[in-house]
């Protein structure tokens, strides 16, 4: 018997004059918003993999600099349940020759109306609740989150 795992999954919440940093990528549901985000990859601290993946899916630097939420969420469809820690912070430089993900075919910024009418289209229900959460002002210290370095 296969023992049960959530996945670990990192999103930026970056939000600026009142829009919030998105990314179009496609999906097996076809194309879905959703915020940077991706998996924690082995080894690698929760910090250093949401700096990575918003500089892959948005070719911005993003410096994580609280948390926003834990969140836990049963995929209605499969057997998996996604454990999202997510992130507010500031981006930093952009690399205009850098290409994004594959998969992702383009930033957007949108107002949390937006996201309120696109909701059909995004990737879970946890875009619009980091978003109204970092609205609402969670801002939980980063020193809330130790990581052991096997080195």
Not at 13 to 27: I, K, N, P, S, W
Not at 77 to 84: E, N
Not at 108 to 121: G, N, Y
């Amino acid at each position: 018997m296969r023992s049960w795992k959530p996945n670990v999954t990192v999103a930026a919440v970056v939000e600026r004059d009142g829009r919030f940093l998105l990314v179009e990528e496609e999906t097996e549901d076809g194309l879905r918003f959703n915020q940077p985000a991706g998996h924690l990859e082995r080894g690698e601290s929760l910090l250093a993999a949401v700096a990575r993946e918003a500089l892959e899916e948005t070719a911005h630097v993003f410096r994580p600099s609280f948390l926003v939420g834990i969140y836990q969420w049963p995929r209605p469809t499969g057997d998996v349940t996604y454990l999202r820690f997510a992130f507010g912070g500031e981006l930093g430089g952009f690399d205009l020759e850098r290409p994004l993900d594959v998969g992702i075919v383009r930033t957007v910024w949108m107002t949390l109306d937006e996201l309120k009418v696109t909701r059909p289209r995004h990737r879970s229900p946890l875009i619009l609740q980091c978003c109204e959460d970092y609205l609402a002002g969670c801002r939980y210290p980063l020193e809330l989150i130790r990581h052991y370095d096997v080195s």
